[in-house]
């Protein structure tokens, strides 16, 4: 089937829906709505597509548009609900169940007939980590029936006049609802508050006297002192006082008008930079005893002969800061006497390579730019140069660019079964590195090698395993992943023929080492970078700032090709 999706921007959920059917064989294009109704309107005329579907959209389809082709748009609700706000309400109500439902566009916001719906529980996550995963999985298996249903040509979808069906409207989620009082909040209320708004539209506060958007929150168990108060910074967080405890917010956004060039998220400690004065940095353990509740984004342990490694940075992206401490810590784990270790493993996003925002904020993006990359290419070179375990990099979600590079420097690569890959560089004008010349053609083959980075699209998991870019699709729930990659690694290291694939992957890399150093590998990659990131006319920088300040650029088609640039195919 012919099928246009139709968004405000192609984003996780876009992506996802978009692999998914065209894993089933459906023909899918997609039309930027942000770009406006004309736009909207030639993509239907060039396409003809015979179904419609809005996966997330933000603005009205053009009357005309939705009059003369059946439109399906994505609502996550469960039947009835309607409003422009339903994941913050569900997360700020404390809802245990919540759904996503499909239903026909008409002139009334989310008041049309019902093709699908499919309820999901409502972990104690961030809005973001819930719409990525469990509202994800649902919004796509909604989706298929859905389709499913139009093409049979038999269903009646229900109309939201049937008794059945609780119509309740709610308004958009304002900032004075989500402000928090931190001499009257509990800590439980502060938390909702704050996962409710962790990536838009966070939570207006202030801080030191200046006003801020507070993104993400985590529990405290330890650290308590007078409500408001910041008692201390970790890794670029910091930690805030409630009446009955405290919480950890890694990141901030300062006010449109404050004065403050780079007003999008950072990591906490650089928005408030000299204001912190003597607040001082609580480090964490790598190895967090069970019973602590505290924020830490990297963490270790370990379970018989396999060691675990996770982190879990805001937004999959990794500052130069946070590659060199993850690197730090891989190298911790090496020192451990274990068979198996296996990196990521936790929910959400596993990694989407450099950190564009805090690039964009630094006082030169350019040297920022290569500093970043240089720290992830050692931890993607350490990663490819052990030789004397098996590394299993785990993904719980999405990842991106040069995390997805980080993921294929291990022996394997386990994703959950709703994971989207993007393997490569080229839509933020990017030749690319992380040893991807080496990592990516040894793993697809030339041919999908060239194809992969020059088409520049999302993958599935399903569509990775097949290509080869990974080798076990994890049939997971979000919740559940990490205790399954957890008894799979543990299978592996009591593996019969364990030592034999040690022995193996050590002769392998010494071959190739021989026939090409790593090294000639990474030269060639950064001489390329090197040009790009400190050329001023570079796409790269404009492209980088119009990603990290939400500026409408580009074509209105997402799935159109990059434009090409010098050096796009492998060396």
């Known amino acids: 089937m012919d099928i246009l999706l139709v968004a405000s921007a192609f984003n996780s959920l876009c992506q996802r829906v978009h692999v998914e059917l065209s894993d089933r064989g459906h023909r899918v294009d997609a039309v930027l709505a942000a770009h406006g109704d004309d ?21 009205a389809i053009p009357e005309d548009v939705w ?19 339903s994941l913050d309400w ?31 529980t409502v972990p104690p996550v961030g809005k ?12 796509v298996t909604a989706v298929l029936l859905a389709v499913q249903r139009y093409a049979d040509g038999s269903f009646k979808p229900q109309p939201q006049s049937d008794p059945s069906v609780r119509v309740t409207w709610r308004d958009f989620h304002r900032q004075e609802q989500r402000r928090i009082d931190w001499h009257g909040d509990s800590t439980e209320t502060v938390l909702r508050k704050l996962r409710g708004a962790d990536s838009q539209p966070g939570v207006l506060d202030e801080f030191l006297g200046q006003e801020v958007f507070l993104h993400g929150g985590h529990l405290e168990d330890q650290l308590k002192g007078r409500p408001g108060e910041l008692l201390a910074t970790r890794t670029g967080a910091v930690c805030r006082a409630t009446r009955d405890g405290a919480v950890w917010i890694p990141e901030l956004r300062p006010r449109r008008g404050s004065g403050d060039p780079a007003a999008f998220r950072r990591p906490a400690t650089a928005v408030l930079r000299d204001r912190l004065g003597k607040v001082p940095e609580v480090p964490a353990p790598l190895e967090l005893p069970t019973d602590r509740r505290t924020w830490a984004d990297i963490r270790y342990r370990e379970h018989g002969e396999v060691g675990f490694l996770t982190f879990g940075f805001p937004g999959g992206a990794m500052s130069t800061d946070q590659c060199r401490r993850l690197l730090a810590a891989y190298r911790f784990a090496l020192d451990r006497r274990t068979s198996v270790l296996v990196i990521g493993g936790a929910r959400d996003f596993f990694s989407n390579g450099i950190h564009l925002n805090v690039i964009e904020a630094a006082a030169d993006p350019a040297g920022e730019s290569w500093s970043n990359l240089n720290a992830m290419d050692d931890l993607v070179e350490a990663v490819l140069r052990t030789t004397d375990r098996l590394v299993i990099a785990a993904l719980g979600g999405n990842a991106a660019a040069g995390g997805v590079m980080l993921a294929l420097a291990a022996d394997e690569v386990w994703c959950r079964a709703g994971a989207v890959l993007n393997p490569h560089y080229a839509r933020m004008g990017l030749y690319g590195s992380e040893f991807w010349t ?36 994890v049939p997971a729930f979000p919740h559940a992943f990490l205790a399954e990659v957890d008894r799979l690694a ?8 364990l030592r034999q694939r040690i022995a193996a992957k050590e002769a392998a890399r010494l071959r190739d080492e021989a026939r090409r ?55």
């Open 39 to 59: 736009a909207v309107r030639q993509a239907v005329r060039e396409v003809q597509p015979e179904l419609i579907i809005a996966p997330m959209l933000k603005t």
């Open 67 to 85: 009059r003369e082709h059946t439109c399906l748009i994505v609502h996550p609700g469960p039947p009835g609900d309607r409003g422009p706000s």
């Open 90 to 120: 569900a997360i700020a109500d404390g809802v245990a169940r919540w759904g996503v439902t499909v239903l026909q566009a008409e002139a009334g916001m989310d008041a049309g007939d019902i093709w699908a719906t499919v309820a999901f």
């Open 128 to 139: 973001s980590d819930l719409y990525r995963n469990e509202a994800s999985d649902a919004a």
């Open 438 to 473: 080496y990592t990516l053609p040894r793993r697809v083959g030339e041919d999908d090698t060239v194809r992969l980075t020059s088409q520049a699209l999302p993958v599935s998991a399903a569509t990775a395993v097949r290509l080869g870019l990974a080798d076990r699709l």
């Open 490 to 497: 543990a299978a592996l290291a009591g593996a019969a023929d």
């Open 517 to 571: 150093p790593l090294g000639e590998y990474r030269r060639d990659e950064l001489a390329r970078m090197r040009r790009i990131f400190f050329d001023p006319d570079a796409p790269y920088h404009a492209l980088r700032s119009a990603f990290v300040r939400k500026v409408p650029s580009g074509s209105a088609r997402p799935l159109s090709r990059p434009s090409p640039f010098a050096g796009l195919s492998t060396p």
